[in-house]
């Protein structure tokens, strides 16, 4: 196949969400030539999905409420539910970056809802949250109104964005730096990309799930195509399930509509379908208890198959009455009636499912990993932020902080000469790599790697991988995203292997117990010189990121 088109820049964003368009403005008002590439539409992406909010602790309030918040309050509850893997300094230094990073936002046009009383901005509280401190727009459409105002100042000021463009593979130079990548246009034709710094921020791995409220095109592209360029990955075991996504019965496959946390926080409560509540006597926060809690206590209730009912409860808001919840949570409400629920009547129908990615590209807190050129941030990046477990809203919050971070390093980079230089000639040779058939590995990984795990189940679900995946070039962007879900499902399945214990998302029914005597650490992993996923010597990481 030839090269059709060629274009260069100073440095390629992969991503429309959060932290790609952050990174690509900032980089923009560096003074960078920016090209953002995107797989989809350019509002396709999860940023415009999240419900919760953007976890921040801002001083714009002069009531005693403001007193009682606090960034060492904010890291102290991001460590906890990190269960024991967050890198504190990178936890730190995303926590304290976030009201600047917020004001900066606002000042490019986002609106967040005020508070009733006028003093500053409403607040929420989420699960593992110990104050109200996250700030919300729509009501439940923070995301949305993130999304917007991000594209809307992309578009006042000319960002260039590349829609319907899959990226396929990274191109090199000699010395194995970045220089550039190879992408399929929406007519299926190569097209070169020429660039010293490529920065992914392509999200995260919802589709090797059933059941996810990620959008169609979470496949874990960027995880492979880093990989493929020799960057490591770590903590992909740890995926966070979400425990409220609206049920709408046993078929349903693919993105499902999100129950968000703040139902949770102004006082909805889970029961099960005899009426019981699930989270009593469970955790000491209860309801708002961390993800990871409360969607194990559910799947354990599901166990017993109370009234009946095996795959879904209910979350009983019938307290906050119709025109109440219906200002409150317009996207949810909109959502259960679609479903013939009335949320002032019945209790909704939910049940946990793939949320967020919690490991991913080995990266500092500016996006740098160990590729030279390449960088990472969001939900595709493994800075350390999250640990074994993310805490609610901090995802907002991280690609707000980390899209500006990892701008001001390219730059940096750049001015310093630190980076690859162009290349000549390319090959324009498509990458051949094991391809899944995605409904087959999709009940694989939902039924052996989901919330609960054991050892026969995911040797089960490796040997059903292989079995179901046949060595393809990738010609088209069906063919690219299979080719991601099969790699990173092949990764998370050694390291849920390999770690005999119970922490955070990674539940193993055969290890129940946390032991921090052998597992306080991380487990990262890159691929061998056949291609071949191998966990690494945490030793041997000197130096990256």
Request: with cysteine.
């Amino acid at each position: 196949m030839t090269i059709r088109w060629e274009a260069d820049a100073d440095v390629l964003v992969v991503g429309t969400g959060v932290a790609g368009l952050t990174a690509a403005l900032h980089a923009q008002r560096l003074g960078l030539r920016v090209l953002v590439v995107t797989k989809g539409a350019a509002e396709d992406g999860n940023t415009r999905w999240a419900q919760g909010g953007v976890a921040v602790v801002l001083d714009d309030r002069t009531s005693e409420a403001a007193a009682v918040d606090s960034v060492d309050r904010h890291v102290t509850d991001t460590t906890a539910a990190g269960a024991g893997l967050c890198n504190e300094s990178a936890v730190r230094g995303v926590i304290g970056a976030g009201p600047a990073a917020v004001t900066d936002l606002i000042a490019l046009g986002a609106r967040f809802d005020a508070a009733a009383d006028g003093s500053g901005l409403a607040r929420t509280r989420e699960g593992g949250h110990s104050a109200f401190r996250v700030i919300h727009a729509g009501g439940d459409a923070t995301g949305a109104e993130v999304s917007r105002a991000l594209l809307a100042a992309g578009r006042d000021g000319g960002l260039a964005i590349l829609e319907h463009h899959v990226a396929v593979e990274t191109l090199r130079t000699p010395t194995g730096a970045v220089a550039g990548l190879l992408v399929l246009d929406p007519d299926g034709a190569i097209g070169l990309l020429r660039a010293p710094a490529v920065v992914l921020a392509t999200g995260g791995v919802g589709q090797l799930y059933q059941a996810t409220s990620n959008p169609d095109g979470a496949t874990g592209d960027g995880l492979a195509l880093a990989l493929r360029a020799g960057a490591v990955v770590s903590d992909l075991e740890f995926v966070q399930f979400h425990p409220t996504v609206l049920y709408t019965g046993p078929a349903a496959r693919g993105r499902r509509p999100l129950i968000t946390e703040a139902v949770r926080g102004e006082g909805a409560v889970l029961i099960d379908a005899s009426g019981s509540r699930v989270m009593t006597g469970v955790h000491p926060m209860a309801d708002l208890a961390p993800r990871d809690v409360v969607s194990a206590a559910i799947t354990r209730r599901l166990a017993e198959a109370p009234g009946g009912v095996d795959d879904h409860v209910f979350l009983d808001a019938t307290h906050l009455a119709g025109p109440a919840f219906r200002r409150r949570f317009p996207t949810v409400f909109a959502a259960a009636q679609a479903a013939g629920v009335d949320p002032a009547v019945d209790p909704i129908p939910v049940a946990p499912a793939a949320h967020f990615a919690c490991g991913g590209i080995v990266a500092s807190t500016a996006g740098r990993t160990g590729v030279v050129g390449l960088y990472a941030v969001g939900e595709v990046a493994r800075t350390g932020l999250h640990g074994a477990n993310r805490l609610a809203s901090n995802s907002l919050l991280e690609g707000l902080v980390t899209g500006r971070t990892v701008a001001e390093a390219v730059a940096a980079d750049l001015a310093a000469c630190l980076l690859g230089g162009p290349t000549g000639s390319v090959d324009a040779v498509l990458p051949a790599e094991a391809v899944a058939d995605r409904p087959v590995l999709q009940r694989a990984m939902s039924r052996h790697a989901a919330i609960g795990r054991d050892d026969a189940g995911l040797v089960e679900a490796a040997a059903t991988l292989d079995a179901c995946s046949v060595v393809r070039p990738l010609r088209t962007p069906e063919l690219v995203a299979d080719a991601a879900l099969a790699l990173v499902a092949r990764l998370l399945l050694l390291a849920a292997t390999r770690r005999t214990e119970s922490r955070g998302c990674h539940v193993r029914h055969d290890h129940p117990e946390r032991d921090d005597r052998r597992w306080l650490r991380s487990l990262p992993a890159r691929l061998d010189v056949a291609g071949l996923p191998i966990l690494v010597d945490p030793i041997s990481l000197k130096g990256v990121a």
